[in-house]
């Protein structure tokens, strides 16, 4: 299926516009690990309770597309750890026999950062929150062709993002710790002069070399330098894009 | 298919029990705290142990997929060795993933300054319970997995069916497993939604729900003919984290819609299965919905009564009832899972026809049932199944 890519919006500590993102990708570097987005265009009722994954995905979800995709396309977050840092918090309650605060359970969902968009934006669409270890990024991208497919005229903002997992787990994971979020309008190509693009996944190489960033950061790298045929390699599988004009 | 949650440790141990309204193996739950224990649906089956190979995954909420994955393992292997490994890809739904151990992990941690040493991140991390089935199949297609709350197991469903029409696989293993812990009955304790006594939905009496555990898991494929994933309908609430719109909006589009795609009418519909949770405002908004959606005739039941909320796995295992519901149809007759409550119906709720212990459901050729779950953070999913009889 020919998608296009309508709109993006990237953010991470240091790298909050387009045209820093468009410097990175010609020089890029590991992403940073501590920050946090400026999030006053919620409603301070939702802010209070949002985790930094909320915070980054919600920023970047709003600024990836306009007013009224924002309250009318479908929608597809993706993260591999969701808000596992402060769930952390609550297994420790419940390690310790105590009880655990509703709120907090509520926004620690793998799906919080889904509802509160839904709310803060009125947007009454189909959503989907998932993860797929090393392949978040590819597995998102294919829940959001997913819903392409179940509604074409329909676009889908995809939205990908992590922080650095709480040191408890981090050690038991050999990944870049960073902090970061992208978001891709996308929608079914109609054949027009569009620029589209199409994915097909493989067995990974052997010899994959490992990013120093996420896949998601790397296709935007890619995808920005204007790259027409390019793959991203995980432990799990290797994706291929195609770009056409 | 196949399926486990606290009536039965398969269908043919399930089936009848659904039928008959058992309710004699909730059980109780020490909470580790303060609080009263908790009546919960927990499965008291042994559970298959995880492959050595495979140590990394071994937790508890796996193995509940493994028991389900392990009754159709033949079938599951026959189509990867006719579709090829990269043809067979993997969709799964939890809202707990592996924290019943991640809890004795932090636990450990607590006491000791180190993690437990059987655990491993991947029992906690969301995307583990795909990869740990793509990995005990040897599947090389897409696998991951859907976390939307309660309607993460039928969101699955939908998802493998949109990535056979897509053409990424020819095959795809997609079903849902969520397990009683700490976490879970710690946070809807603290939201106060769960029942003293065993949940009674759609009643003025209801006080909660009952939580429950399990896993049922399908494999979807093109073909025509057996039991049929033929609509899919979603949408989220804009309202409220964790209440649903009182209005029941966001419930009559998921309905509404799931019916459209399937080409089918409201007056199609021979049976639906409830979210039915039993809290206030899920039956009331629901009973609304329905009533909106199917009007007062078509019999409906919700199946927590017996198998608790299993939370992220309630969207397949009550798929696999309405799969049960078809595939055991006889001639042209659906026995249905009856309602259990104490009858005496909320004034608050629309009086929706309620099913009853015995009730069957005569049905012309096309026989369709119509499954809910409606999600925290008001996510919804509806599916239709539908089975040409002859």
Same mark, same amino acid.
């Given at each position: 299926?020919?998608?296009?890519?309508?709109?993006?919006?990237?953010?991470?500590?240091?790298?909050?516009?387009?045209?820093?993102?468009?410097?990175?990708?010609?020089?890029?570097?590991?992403?940073?690990?501590?920050?946090?987005?400026?999030?006053?265009?919620?409603?301070?009722?939702?802010?209070?309770?949002?985790?930094?994954?909320?915070?980054?995905?919600?920023?970047?979800?709003?600024?990836?597309?306009?007013?009224?995709?924002?309250?009318?396309?479908?929608?597809?977050?993706?993260?591999?750890? &969701?808000?596992?840092?402060?769930?952390?918090?609550?297994?420790?309650?419940?390690?310790? &026999?105590?009880?655990?605060?509703?709120?907090?359970?509520?926004?620690?969902?793998?799906?919080?950062?889904? &509802?509160?968009?839904?709310?803060?934006? &009125?947007?009454?669409?189909?959503?989907?929150?998932?993860?797929?270890?090393?392949?978040?990024?590819?597995?998102?991208?294919?829940?959001?062709?997913?819903?392409?497919?179940?509604?074409?005229?329909?676009?889908?903002?995809?939205?990908?993002?992590?922080?650095?997992?709480?040191?408890?787990?981090?050690?038991?994971?050999?990944?870049?710790?960073?902090?970061?979020?992208?978001?891709?309008?996308?929608?079914?190509?109609?054949?027009?002069?569009?620029?589209?693009?199409?994915?097909?996944?493989?067995?990974?190489?052997?010899?994959?070399?490992?990013?120093?960033?996420?896949?998601?950061?790397?296709?935007?790298?890619?995808?920005?330098?204007?790259?027409?045929?390019?793959?991203?390699?995980?432990?799990?599988?290797?994706?291929?894009?195609?770009?056409?004009? | 298919?196949?399926?486990?949650?606290?009536?039965?440790?398969?269908?043919?141990?399930?089936?009848?029990?659904?039928?008959?309204?058992?309710?004699?193996?909730?059980?109780?739950?020490?909470?580790?705290?303060?609080?009263?224990?908790?009546?919960?649906?927990?499965?008291?089956?042994?559970?298959?142990?995880?492959?050595?190979?495979?140590?990394?995954?071994?937790?508890?909420?796996?193995?509940?997929?493994?028991?389900?994955?392990?009754?159709?393992?033949?079938?599951?292997?026959? !189509?990867?060795?006719?579709?090829?490994?990269?043809?067979?890809?993997?969709?799964?739904?939890?809202?707990?993933?592996?924290?019943?151990?991640?809890?004795?992990?932090?636990?450990?941690?607590?006491?000791?300054?180190?993690?437990?040493?059987?655990?491993?991140?991947?029992?906690?991390?969301?995307?583990?319970?795909?990869?740990?089935?793509?990995?005990?199949?040897?599947?090389?297609?897409?696998?991951?997995?859907?976390?939307?709350?309660?309607?993460?197991?039928?969101?699955?469903?939908?998802?493998?069916?949109?990535?056979?029409?897509?053409?990424?696989?020819?095959?795809?293993?997609?079903?849902?497993?969520?397990?009683?812990?700490?976490?879970?009955?710690?946070?809807?304790?603290?939201?106060?939604?769960?029942?003293?006594?065993?949940?009674?939905?759609?009643?003025?009496?209801?006080?909660?729900?009952?939580?429950?555990?399990?896993?049922?898991?399908?494999?979807?494929?093109?073909?025509?003919?057996?039991?049929?994933?033929?609509?899919?309908?979603?949408?989220?609430?804009?309202?409220?984290?964790?209440?649903?719109?009182?209005?029941?909006?966001?419930?009559?589009?998921?309905?509404?819609?799931?019916?459209?795609?399937?080409?089918?009418?409201?007056?199609?519909?021979?049976?639906?299965?409830?979210?039915?949770?039993?809290?206030?405002?899920?039956?009331?908004?629901?009973?609304? !919905?329905?009533?909106?959606?199917?009007?007062?005739?078509?019999?409906?039941?919700?199946?927590?009564?017996?198998?608790?909320?299993?939370?992220?796995?309630?969207?397949?295992?009550?798929?696999?009832?309405?799969?049960?519901?078809?595939?055991?149809?006889?001639?042209?007759?659906?026995?249905?899972?009856?309602?259990?409550?104490?009858?005496?119906?909320?004034?608050?709720?629309?009086?929706?026809?309620?099913?009853?212990?015995?009730?069957?459901?005569?049905?012309?050729?096309?026989?369709?049932?119509?499954?809910?779950?409606?999600?925290?953070?008001?996510?919804?999913?509806?599916?239709?199944?539908?089975?040409?009889?002859?």
């Amino acid at each position: 299926m020919k998608t296009v890519l309508r709109s993006w919006c990237a953010w991470s500590p240091g790298l909050e516009t387009a045209e820093q993102w468009t410097a990175w990708a010609k020089a890029p570097q590991p992403l940073a690990s501590e920050g946090v987005p400026d999030a006053r265009f919620l409603p301070a009722m939702l802010r209070r309770r949002c985790t930094p994954l909320s915070k980054i995905l919600l920023k970047v979800a709003r600024d990836g597309c306009n007013e009224a995709e924002r309250s009318q396309a479908r929608t597809v977050f993706a993260s591999r750890h &969701g808000s596992i840092n402060e769930s952390i918090g609550l297994l420790e309650n419940v390690a310790r &026999g105590e009880r655990i605060s509703p709120a907090t359970f509520s926004h620690t969902v793998h799906n919080a950062q889904a &509802g509160l968009f839904s709310i803060a934006m &009125g947007n009454r669409q189909a959503s989907s929150s998932l993860a797929g270890r090393e392949d978040s990024f590819g597995s998102g991208l294919l829940e959001a062709l997913g819903h392409l497919e179940r509604e074409p005229e329909r676009p889908v903002l995809f939205v990908m993002g992590d922080v650095p997992l709480d040191p408890v787990f981090a050690s038991l994971l050999d990944e870049p710790a960073c902090a970061y979020g992208v978001a891709l309008l996308l929608a079914r190509s109609e054949g027009k002069d569009e620029e589209s693009f199409e994915v097909a996944l493989e067995r990974p190489p052997p010899d994959a070399k490992r990013l120093a960033w996420p896949p998601a950061a790397e296709f935007l790298r890619l995808w920005i330098a204007g790259s027409t045929s390019f793959s991203i390699s995980t432990s799990q599988h290797l994706w291929r894009f195609t770009r056409q004009e | 298919m196949g399926l486990i949650q606290a009536l039965g440790a398969d269908a043919d141990e399930t089936w009848p029990r659904l039928l008959a309204g058992d309710q004699s193996r909730l059980s109780e739950w020490d909470t580790g705290t303060d609080a009263p224990p908790l009546i919960v649906a927990a499965v008291r089956d042994n559970l298959p142990e995880i492959p050595a190979s495979l140590a990394a995954f071994a937790c508890r909420n796996n193995a509940m997929a493994l028991a389900a994955l392990l009754q159709i393992e033949s079938p599951l292997r026959e !189509a990867i060795a006719r579709f090829g490994a990269d043809r067979v890809g993997v969709v799964m739904g939890t809202s707990t993933s592996g924290v019943s151990d991640a809890e004795r992990a932090i636990r450990h941690q607590l006491e000791l300054a180190s993690l437990a040493p059987a655990f491993d991140y991947a029992q906690l991390e969301f995307g583990g319970i795909a990869d740990f089935t793509a990995r005990w199949l040897g599947t090389e297609g897409p696998a991951y997995t859907l976390s939307t709350a309660c309607s993460s197991g039928a969101r699955a469903l939908a998802s493998a069916r949109s990535l056979l029409r897509l053409g990424f696989c020819d095959a795809v293993v997609a079903g849902a497993a969520d397990t009683l812990c700490g976490l879970t009955t710690g946070g809807f304790s603290s939201l106060q939604a769960i029942a003293p006594e065993p949940t009674n939905p759609m009643s003025v009496n209801r006080r909660g729900l009952t939580l429950g555990e399990g896993a049922a898991v399908f494999l979807v494929t093109a073909e025509p003919g057996g039991v049929q994933l033929a609509g899919v309908g979603e949408s989220s609430e804009a309202h409220h984290m964790s209440a649903p719109d009182p209005e029941g909006r966001g419930a009559e589009t998921a309905m509404r819609k799931a019916i459209e795609d399937a080409g089918a009418t409201a007056n199609e519909i021979a049976y639906a299965n409830l979210h039915g949770t039993g809290t206030a405002l899920n039956d009331a908004m629901e009973s609304v !919905a329905v009533d909106h959606v199917l009007g007062r005739e078509v019999p409906c039941s919700s199946t927590k009564p017996m198998t608790g909320h299993t939370l992220g796995a309630a969207g397949a295992i009550e798929a696999a009832f309405s799969w049960l519901v078809l595939q055991r149809a006889e001639h042209r007759k659906l026995a249905l899972p009856p309602h259990l409550f104490d009858g005496e119906i909320d004034p608050a709720c629309a009086p929706i026809r309620l099913a009853h212990k015995g009730e069957t459901a005569e049905v012309d050729g096309r026989a369709l049932v119509l499954t809910s779950s409606f999600g925290f953070g008001g996510n919804n999913c509806s599916l239709v199944l539908e089975r040409k009889l002859s």
